[in-house]
């Protein structure tokens, strides 16, 4: 006789027992009692600490969305000057978009490429190993991706990408500028780095999850390597994939340090993103580099741009867990 | 097919005064068992004596482990499982309200299918952990409990050097035996256990069977087993479990020479299960 | 392939730029005042280790209790809800950390200390530290949990001291790794600690971690402050790749010799 985990509750049953042990429960709140209630209390705390941050964002944002309302969101002021503030955050909603749509576009195929290749051609003696290399590079600090970007990344990627980029192709307003380094692209391109290790090893994941069946259906009708990756693989864990992109996605919006170091920190109307040679800023990096001498209504500029990343953040992140948690479900039951 | 219980209890010759004279250890009245909707006990009123050996026998399925996952509460751990109606212990109710399950189950030791020592702990902690882990302190006490339940378990003398290791590394035989000490290391007075040489080779068997004998001197000994000859080499008295219902009870020579059911009969021989 | 250049890149930039920094003096020193050549990162790496202790103490026993809770009594509804917030946390922008932390703690009391920083790491540590827990938790089989009830040990004692001291390599392996990711969180840092030229002083005063030495002297244009920053980096990397490492190899033989006294 083994023990039957997923037997139907009784509910009827559950919930009389369940009354009859509460009153006893009070009178005798036993160790056993405080450890789960202690436990609970403590589960708690991400609910409390994701509760908190959205009230304490928007309470602080109250000022400056008072007193800009919608524009607050449309504008691209910055002054500080006071009596003239102007706060507006539209360049760096847009930088925030521009770097985060150039590391996905950069980094999702790259990504894409790795897993396949571990998942699908690699023999073990090189998946293992190289898996690991792959995971160590997403445990490198952000803040080391930064300063390498910064001192050895740019100037390599100014004098052999932007220069040709631009000697050839200025015409075409995103190419156009004096390209030094520390620029829209440049961030992008860093974010693009550090976003490969997670999609890459979660895309691994979902795609050696693919049951042996399906890889052997796509064989037996004659299809080759690639069409078996293709048809097989790919098109069973599409949706594991595309949770690991948001996932990606979200890490590339949220991400700071590296992007404050490399992005060139511009303000204002300056930092909307009409070229990718030109310095910009993204909300983190805006937050990261001013908050220090923030005061009064640029504090709570700041904390707004804080409210708008942690929504985007929030709502990436909601639908890429959702996303995932769909094809894990699936997994589970599928592989049996 | 429900039978008349107490009929089937009543001693049917030989030795009546003697039996009359033993004490009931456990005592259950009416027991039902449910795991979800799924009704795993029907109406079970058996009478357990003390200082015997009682097996309980049957096909998988019939409700054998948990009839004695009911009598220390460990039943009601598993989510989604509930039971009703009496377990006497001694002269008590262990399903009354306010009865700890814990303290019944210091009573009413268990050792269990496959051999479960705690992989992180050595042969010596695993014997401890009991008294340890219910406040127990005073090294002396626990030197001596530790001796004198592994040489109750036939353990001691195999592993007094290695006291250190950890219990994994024993065999699968001596594993168990490890258990069986550290359930009584805790000085139950019952002691259940649940199919205990299901996963052991004969050697290890015969060693298990041979510790049993012994045991039931000095506790009330319950044995789930679905070895019929097991059964009739280490019991005094038997129970035959079939879909969840007391087919029928009573001394084991008796029950195996002339069993008093034909189904009874019919699982003896082998016609089923 | 292609994954291995910017790693090789990273470590190889560092080495050779960091490697001659490194000295007594380096790790414990002062920073010089502009200009000079002498100098050294003794407040970050004092304020990165204090940071490490706090964060240790406030923010693992809760991670751990959390994911006591969602392994062991975390099957229903709530359970699931809690375990989704949890990842959502996961993946939170350590920046809004900060500004949280920030808001609450440095504003209000005009004060950047290192408890504000700790509590902000604590708050990324938290989900790390309990979904490992909690997988680690679940591996450990029924049976042992069976085996310690039966024994009459009460439910809070058999899940600390049987069940987590059996589950404990993947506990401390969650901790270690988390001890590893915020030895290098720099955001929330920036807003809370503030960053430091000196030793820690007092509890309501800046210090300085390592990261943001980094994060500083990385844009200076004084050649020996940058240099200084490859050091910092170097030590930054040997304390979180060690950590990531050394975790890696020690989980290869799970349970082999390693046992716990209760």
């Given at each position: 006789m083994s023990r039957m985990e997923e037997a139907p509750l009784d509910h009827a049953g559950v919930q009389s027992s369940r009354l009859q042990n509460f009153s006893y429960r009070l009178s005798h709140l036993s160790g056993d009692d405080m450890f789960e209630v202690l436990s609970n209390v403590f589960a708690c705390t991400a609910v409390v600490i994701i509760a908190l941050t959205g009230i304490v964002l928007v309470r602080g944002s109250i000022p400056v969305l008072g007193k800009f309302g919608l524009g607050f969101l449309t504008g691209s002021g910055w002054s500080t000057t006071f009596g003239q503030e102007s706060y507006g955050m539209l360049p760096y909603v847009l930088g925030t978009l521009v770097t985060s749509g150039i590391a996905i576009s950069i980094g999702i195929p790259v990504s894409l490429g790795i897993a396949i290749f571990l998942a699908e051609m690699a023999p073990t003696s090189v998946r293992v190993p190289l898996s690991q290399l792959v995971e160590l590079l997403a445990a490198v600090p952000s803040v080391i991706y930064g300063f390498w970007g910064l001192l050895v990344l740019s100037p390599w990627i100014a004098k052999y990408v932007e220069t040709p980029l631009t000697s050839g192709l200025g015409s075409i307003p995103i190419f156009h500028g004096s390209p030094h380094g520390l620029d829209l692209l440049m961030g992008g391109l860093i974010l693009a780095i550090m976003i490969i290790p997670t999609v890459s090893s979660i895309s691994k994941e979902v795609m050696m999850a693919v049951p042996t069946s399906q890889r052997e259906a796509a064989y037996s009708i004659g299809a080759t390597r690639w069409e078996v990756v293709r048809m097989g693989v790919l098109s069973y864990s599409r949706s594991g994939i595309f949770g690991a992109a948001i996932l990606g996605l979200g890490r590339a919006v949220g991400e700071t340090m590296a992007v404050t170091m490399v992005i060139g920190g511009a303000l204002g109307s300056?930092?909307?993103?009409?070229?990718?040679?030109i310095p910009g800023q993204t909300l983190a990096s805006l937050i990261a580099g001013q908050?220090?001498?923030?005061?009064s209504l640029q504090l709570s500029a700041l904390v707004g741009a804080g409210l708008v990343l942690f929504g985007l953040a929030l709502l990436i992140n909601v639908f890429a867990q959702f996303m995932v948690w769909k094809v894990l479900k699936v997994k589970a039951g599928a592989v049996e | 097919m429900t039978v008349g219980l107490l009929e089937q209890v009543k001693p049917e010759n030989k030795s009546t005064t003697l039996q009359q004279m033993e004490r009931y250890k456990i005592l259950t009245e009416n027991l039902h068992a449910w795991f979800g909707s799924n009704?795993?006990?029907?109406d079970i009123s058996i009478k357990i004596r003390e200082n015997e050996a009682t097996a309980i026998i049957g096909p998988?399925?019939?409700g054998k482990s948990t009839l004695i996952r009911c009598l220390n509460r460990m039943h009601e751990l598993v989510p989604g499982a509930r039971s009703t109606g009496r377990v006497v212990l001694d002269d008590s109710n262990i399903y009354a309200k306010g009865v700890d399950p814990v303290t019944v189950r210091r009573r009413v030791g268990m050792v269990f299918q496959k051999p479960n020592?705690?992989?992180?702990?050595?042969v010596y902690d695993n014997v401890a952990a009991g008294l340890k882990l219910n406040g127990v302190r005073d090294n002396t006490t626990l030197d001596q409990a530790v001796e004198s339940s592994l040489e109750r378990a036939f353990l001691w003398d195999e592993v007094k050097a290695d006291l250190d290791k950890p219990g994994s590394s024993l065999s699968g035989g001596q594993q168990q035996r490890l258990c069986i000490a550290r359930a009584l290391a805790v000085k139950p007075e019952v002691l259940l256990m649940d199919e205990p040489c299901s996963a052991l080779d004969p050697v290890a068997t015969a060693k298990i069977e041979e510790l049993i004998v012994s045991l039931k001197e000095s506790y009330t000994v319950v044995i789930v087993t679905h070895n019929m000859q097991q059964a009739a080499r280490v019991s005094d008295f038997t129970a035959f479990l079939y879909l969840g219902q007391l087919i029928e009870y009573g001394e084991t020579t008796g029950l195996f020479e002339n069993p008093g059911e034909e189904l009874t009969e019919r699982y003896l021989t082998g016609k089923f299960g | 392939m292609v994954a291995v250049v910017p790693l090789a890149s990273i470590l190889l930039e560092v080495i050779r730029n960091g490697i001659s920094t490194i000295s007594f003096q380096f790790i414990t020193a002062l920073p010089g005042v502009p200009g000079q050549t002498v100098g050294g990162i003794g407040p970050a790496i004092q304020g990165t280790l204090l940071l490490i202790a706090l964060t240790s103490v406030m923010g693992i026993p809760p991670g751990v209790l959390t994911g006591i809770y969602l392994a062991e009594f975390g099957n229903n509804k709530f359970g699931r809800t809690i375990r989704f917030l949890n990842d959502v946390l996961t993946e939170f922008p350590s920046i809004v950390v900060g500004i949280l932390v920030a808001a609450l703690l440095v504003v209000a009391t005009h004060q950047y200390s290192p408890i504000a920083g700790a509590i902000a790491l604590s708050i990324i540590t938290l989900p790390i530290v309990a979904r490992t827990t909690e997988e680690s938790i679940k591996t450990v089989p029924n049976s042992i949990r069976d085996a310690a009830m039966a024994l009459g040990i009460r439910r809070w004692r058999t899940t600390i001291s049987v069940v987590l001291s059996t589950a404990r390599s993947g506990v401390i392996t969650g901790v270690l790794l988390s001890i590893a990711r915020i030895s290098g969180e720099t955001a929330p840092l920036l807003l809370t600690i503030l960053g430091s030229n000196f030793f820690f002083s007092s509890w309501n005063q800046p210090i300085d971690a390592l990261p943001l030495r980094i994060f500083n002297d990385a844009s200076q244009a004084d050649p020996f402050t940058r240099q200084q920053a490859w050091g910092a980096a170097m030590i930054l990397i040997i304390i979180v790749l060690t950590l990531n490492i050394g975790v890696r190899l020690a989980t290869r033989g799970r349970y082999g010799s390693n046992r716990s006294r209760i």
């Open positions: 300056e930092a909307v993103p009409t070229s990718l040679f908050f220090k001498e923030a005061e | 009704h795993v006990l029907k998988s399925g019939c020592p705690f992989p992180t702990m050595s | -």
